[in-house]
């Protein structure tokens, strides 16, 4: 994962990077590091990331309200 799809996959997410260390228990630092490029991001972070960006995926498309639901004949 590039810097830059970090960040993309944050923004997606509608996250902060404050967000993610809330929720992994990551150093406040540790995210804006990986953002800039200063470390590597390890591959857990895209597992994690992408994983999170599946289930908002599945969320919105099961509760998506503009669908109509069956009708009973």
Do not use: H, N
Not at 27 to 35: L, N
Not at 51 to 71: C, F, G, I
């Amino acid at each position: 994962m590039t810097p830059e799809q970090f960040k993309q996959a944050l923004a997606e997410l509608g996250w902060k990077q404050s967000d993610l260390c809330a929720k992994t228990g990551l150093e406040k630092k540790t995210p804006s590091r990986w953002a800039t490029g200063v470390v590597p991001i390890p591959d857990w972070v895209s597992a994690y990331l992408g994983a999170m960006l599946d289930v908002r995926r599945l969320a919105a498309k099961y509760t998506d309200t503009k669908v109509a639901p069956p009708t009973e004949e």
